[in-house]
């Protein structure tokens, strides 16, 4: 479904953190006119400045086609509350990482339900506020909504905002969403904290050791505590089931530590159970056949790489760089699909480069 063209024209966004700034910034690329709100000033200020406006006058603030609420879900009915006032006939859509809550709480409030629409974009940064905003936060995310009872023309404002943002519109009810959350975001959340937590009094000098294992599984332990202690205490009951089967698989692992036979078993698990996660754009997982070529280290190395792609016509799917400082080449990994990969090593091999074979 899709909006009249020139329907959607101004969004008041409320919440100038993380979130909101980036939804603003996405929909200033389009054109849209943005008002960003927050109980801090300071915050709401420099977001306004980032979406390169002046804040709408009170003239075209009273024409706000879309309130969306951009603040933790424990603040959703206040906001609307006070809202409602000012935006009698807009549509209400909130981004808070529990759907439940916040759509029951509505039926509560002065809004009439069918013109609130809840969701949540699967997507976010360790670091929080306006300054760590980016326009493209949500390029190629997954953005979840739940259509249940929304009327038509809601529902299409709603959905023209998450295309806006370059996200992928998923229907899901409200309760699904929470239990795949907890899977899907909250477990990794919890755990990557339970591990970082571990590293408290470690000895001096054993971190000076930490590799990119380390680094990669506890990079969201970063995030702020305010926020995920509410989002876990609110999804308490589809999380706490989780947590249960991982201590029950925890203490297995303790017993049978030094059992050869069950640890293989147990890596095994893990790589089947990573290998479902899907690919980007919610595609399913792809095995990726990987390319290294080294390259010198001078400029214009790396754009002359990618542009050897482009006339090789393949589709580059991740990249890793290893350089060290005053090394005198670099090693430039390409992740392709099998029949890509082979393809790009013939094209590079006879261009000339450094090229090794495909793995």
């Known amino acids: 479904m899709s909006v009249e063209p020139g329907r959607l024209r101004h969004v008041r966004i409320v919440g100038s953190g993380l979130i909101g700034t980036s939804i603003g910034l996405a929909l200033r690329k389009s054109g849209i006119l943005v008002t960003m709100v927050d109980s801090n000033r300071a915050a709401a200020t420099l977001a306004q400045d980032l979406m390169g406006q002046e804040a709408p006058s009170d003239a075209s603030a009273a024409l706000v086609d879309v309130v969306l609420i951009a603040t933790p879900s424990s603040a959703v009915t206040a906001v609307i509350d006070e809202e409602i006032k000012l935006n009698l006939n807009s549509t209400f859509m909130d981004v808070a990482s529990i759907k439940s809550k916040p759509k029951n709480e509505v039926t509560l409030s002065a809004l009439p339900s069918q013109r609130f629409l809840p969701t949540h974009p699967m997507a976010g940064r360790e670091v929080g506020g306006a300054e760590s905003a980016r326009g493209d936060l949500f ?101 706490r089931p989780l947590l249960v089967n991982l201590q029950n698989d925890l203490a297995v692992l303790i017993e049978k ?30 095995d990726y056949t990987y390319l290294p070529v080294v390259i010198e280290d001078k400029p214009g190395q790396l754009a002359a790489l990618f542009e050897e792609c482009a006339k090789a016509n393949v589709n580059v799917e991740d990249l890793t760089i290893e350089h060290s400082p005053e090394q005198f080449t670099g090693l430039i990994t390409l992740a392709l699909s099998s029949d890509d990969a082979e393809k790009l090593f013939l094209h590079l091999e006879n261009a000339g480069w450094k090229v090794h074979s495909p793995r």
């Open 139 to 239: 390029q190629g995310c997954i953005w979840a909504y739940d259509p249940d009872g929304v009327d038509p023309q809601s529902l299409a404002l709603g959905l023209s905002i998450i295309t806006a943002c370059g996200a992928t519109p998923l229907a899901i009810s409200a309760q699904k969403h929470d239990d795949a959350v907890a899977v899907a975001s909250h477990l990794p959340q919890a755990v990557s904290t339970l591990l970082a937590r571990q590293l408290l009094g470690s000895e001096s000098g054993f971190l000076d050791l930490a590799g990119g294992g380390l680094r990669d599984t506890t990079r969201i332990a970063a995030s702020s505590p305010g926020l995920w202690s509410e989002i876990l205490s609110a999804n308490a009951s589809a999380l």
């Open 257 to 286: 530590l030094d059992d050869p036979k069950y640890l293989l078993t147990f890596m095994e698990g893990g790589n089947r159970g990573r290998a479902m996660i899907p690919g980007k754009h919610g595609s399913s997982s792809r």
